[in-house]
């Protein structure tokens, strides 16, 4: 600090010190009575005059004036001591010639001095500005207290002399209420900013501060309905038009504003929440399950006041399952993936994941139980087709189920495309240790939340096979509305688009890799006709499929049909044929996005079994055909039921909230790209707003949230740390809308497995990125 400003600052808080202990000396001399705004609770109208509320204590506020007065007196005592003395010997040395090296140590003394008193400092600006409140505006609230007082007593005894008594009292309301409206708006001259006030007092603590206004703003109403009654015993009529009438209607509006913007000014930034909840989760141990969920939303609600919260918590699998194979297929016993505005942590056997949210409209949470009750869990055959002996199916499970949560999770975002239209939705899935019954299983995982917030949760069982071996574990979804965009935005608009455009198409399913449509071969009606994909929406009989009774049957009236001597699918008459092996190569059911053989055997099918519907062959030379495949996550199993021109609308990002980074997406396979934190290779995977999705240029690196940068090796892209020039680490983005590394070659998506893949460059959808 300069020297100068610190003398001047010091100079100008005594200045203040001492306009104040004048003003609080004359306050107690001549005004008794004031009540003060900040001291003690503001007086209760009841406005049908029966009866009447008012603190008449004022000792303690003036038990406090004399103190702060007193500490006041003794600080700028010192002060002034110090300031003079310093000047004092700034002068003697002056006038002895001092060396310059000399005179600056001795100002350095002064600044260190100074330093040392700095939060006494601070905290008697802050009694100032507070007092200066009370100093400023209680005489106006003394007008409107004894107008009220004055009219009570008119109306208990309605005569000529209480009637002058009042109306001389609430002459001067007007003059009254508009300081105070001034005070709470900061345009007033002479007083201090009474919000700014309390914001500073409280600690920028939104909640607190709509509080501490509460009671002001109920003595401005009192006010005015006071100032209502003298206008009608007065018999005098207000225009709409009047100075004051039009300034009370456009302060208020601005007061509204105002306490809003300072609020969000206060809303505090979730960077901590994380450690937060992990000191708390340490020191609270003791607690149960119940009880520290309820202690964490108590928390989060007060010191991130401005928001609601949901906390959910469950014990870590370890601690509920003793020495199962569980432990032995676990590697981190309890594993989950998110998207990105969850908060998770997990300490001392407990795991808890919590997020911030808005209140939700009812009819949007009426959508996410629409989609959410047709969502079933997808299916991965691969990693235990063939597997016989108790090691090698645990070490497929281990295999899959790592995989399988991602991929869970994913689907679920892909499954949910139409809801978000409507509203932006964060999801979690959890895996949890297996449950004999639904009871068991909430009274496993528990979830609190604030007043007016809704999530859903759905679970599923793993494997009834595993399960009566004791060594399954349940997938939990939790999917929580955390914004409802306003009614009137366009997005709407292109909600209501989508839909009508969708009613044209009713019937597609569109494969999610090759972005094609089950179609019959030539739209054939005949028996045996191949079943092909085609990428142009024709409209045709043999493009559109409905469920009908187990069954995948299109607008020829025939059934998609497993062949017996090949993985080819066909179209051919339903039920023809009532054998039992022949109804099940035409039986045909939804997990996801999958869409699935049943099997006749139903106790195995989800360990040897199952198979879905994918294709085989490229999109180039128009060789898609249909065909059946063990089960896997992958784009080629995925099948849509609305089409691709609506999907995704509600993927809202800001650069600025994400500084600057952003989605890239690719034009072909209409994903993003993406990496999860513990992975290398780079997948296009639906949105799931987590930081291995947003990517921003550094420096010629493309580097994505969690820091790491991309790089290009062999034929695949990888997430590295940044350090090196590498050629392979160097990245533009050109006109041609594709990503080339310095090494001239460009990211693509031709893999079907859903890597992204480095290669050379074409002027194709596969290599653009928007």
């Known amino acids: 600090m300069p020297r100068c400003v610190a003398l001047e600052s010091v100079s100008l808080i005594i200045f203040q010190l001492c306009v104040i202990l004048a003003a609080l000396t004359s306050s107690k001399n001549s005004n008794s009575d004031g009540i003060g705004m900040l001291n003690k609770k503001v007086l209760y109208v009841n406005h049908s005059m029966s009866s009447v509320a008012i603190n008449p204590t004022r000792g303690k506020r003036f038990v406090m004036e004399e103190a702060i007065t007193k500490s006041i007196e ?371 995982v528990t979830i609190v939340g604030s007043n007016g917030t809704e999530w859903r949760w759905k679970s599923d069982e793993f494997d009834d096979y595993g399960k009566s071996n004791g060594w399954c574990v349940d997938p939990l979804v939790i999917v929580v509305p955390v914004h409802s965009p306003s009614a009137q935005n366009s997005s709407t608009l292109n909600s209501q688009i989508c839909e009508e455009q969708n009613g044209e198409k009713d019937g597609l399913l569109r494969n999610e890799f090759g972005q094609a449509y089950l179609s019959v071969q030539g739209d054939s009606s005949q028996d045996g006709a191949y079943v092909i994909l085609d990428r142009q929406w024709r409209n045709s009989s043999g493009q559109r499929w409905k469920f009908i009774n187990n069954q995948l049957v299109n607008d020829h009236g025939k059934c998609l049909t497993v062949s017996t001597l090949s993985s080819f699918l066909f179209q051919r008459s339903c039920n023809f044929s009532y054998t039992a092996y022949n109804k099940m190569r035409q039986t045909w059911r939804r997990t996801g996005l999958q869409i699935v053989t049943n099997n006749i055997n139903p106790l195995r099918a989800r360990l040897l079994n199952d198979m879905c519907l994918a294709f085989v062959g490229s999109k180039d030379d128009d060789t898609m055909y249909a065909i059946l495949e063990k089960c896997d996550f992958a784009p080629p199993f995925l099948w849509y039921d609305w089409d691709m021109d609506c999907e995704d609308f509600g993927i809202n990002y800001s650069d600025n909230d994400n500084n600057g980074s952003r989605p890239l997406r690719n034009e072909f396979s209409r994903r993003y790209l993406s990496v999860y934190e513990s992975e290398d290779y780079l997948h296009h995977k639906p949105w799931g707003n987590h930081p291995g999705q947003y990517w921003k240029f550094v420096h010629g690196q493309l580097r994505n949230g969690f820091g790491k940068c991309l790089a290009g090796k062999g034929w695949h892209a990888l997430q590295v740390e940044c350090e090196g020039v590498d050629k392979t680490k160097r990245w533009t983005y050109n006109d041609k809308r594709q990503i080339v590394s310095a090494e001239g070659y460009c990211l693509s998506v031709s893999n079907k497995d859903g890597y992204v893949v480095y290669d050379y460059c074409k002027d194709d959808p596969e290599h653009r990125w928007h």
Request: hydrophobic fraction near 40%; aromatic fraction near 8%.
């Open 74 to 444: 003794v600080v700028t005592e010192l002060l002034i001591e110090l300031i003079v003395n310093n000047v004092e010997q700034s002068f003697d040395n002056a006038e002895r010639d001092k060396e310059h090296a000399e005179l600056l140590a001795h100002f350095q003394r002064i600044e260190s001095e100074l330093e040392g008193q700095k939060e006494e400092l601070q905290s008697i600006n802050r009694e100032i500005k507070r007092l200066g409140l009370s100093v400023g505006y209680s005489k106006h609230e003394e007008k409107i207290k004894n107008s009220f007082l004055a009219l009570h007593q008119y109306l208990e005894h309605p005569d000529e002399r209480n009637r002058d008594i009042f109306t001389q009292e609430a002459s001067q309301l007007s003059q009254s209420l508009t300081a105070i409206v001034d005070g709470l708006l900061g345009q007033n001259a002479f007083n201090p900013d009474i919000m700014a006030v309390l914001q500073e007092n409280i600690g920028c603590h939104g909640r607190r501060l709509h509080q501490k206004i509460k009671p002001i703003m109920r003595i401005v109403m009192t006010g005015l309905w006071v100032r209502g009654e003298y206008q009608r015993i007065r018999n005098v009529s207000e225009s709409d038009s009047s100075h004051f009438k039009k300034f009370m209607m456009t302060s208020t509006t601005k007061l509204a504003k105002r306490l809003d913007e300072m609020a969000v000014e206060c809303q505090a930034d979730e960077k901590n929440v994380i450690e937060e909840m992990r000191y708390i989760m340490k020191t609270q141990s003791y607690r149960d399950q119940k009880e520290l969920a309820e202690y964490l939303l108590d928390f989060l609600e007060d010191k991130y006041d401005t928001k609601k919260w949901i906390v959910a918590v469950l014990p870590d699998v370890g601690t509920t399952t003793g020495k199962s194979h569980l432990e032995f297929l676990s590697a981190h016993k309890v594993h989950f993936t998110h998207s990105g505005k969850f908060h998770l942590v997990s300490v001392q056997g407990s795991f808890v994941a919590a997020i911030s949210v808005d209140t939700p409209a009812v009819d949007v949470i009426k959508l996410v139980d629409i989609y959410l009750e047709k969502f079933q869990f997808p299916i991965h055959t691969s990693a235990q087709y063939g597997m016989r002996t108790i090691p090698q199916r645990a070490q497929g499970y281990l295999d899959r189920w790592n995989r399988r949560l991602l991929m869970i999770h994913e689907n679920l975002q892909l499954f949910l495309a139409p809801v978000r239209k409507r509203l932006i939705f964060e999801s979690l899935v959890i895996e949890t240790p297996c449950t004999n019954s639904r009871k068991e299983f909430e009274e496993l």
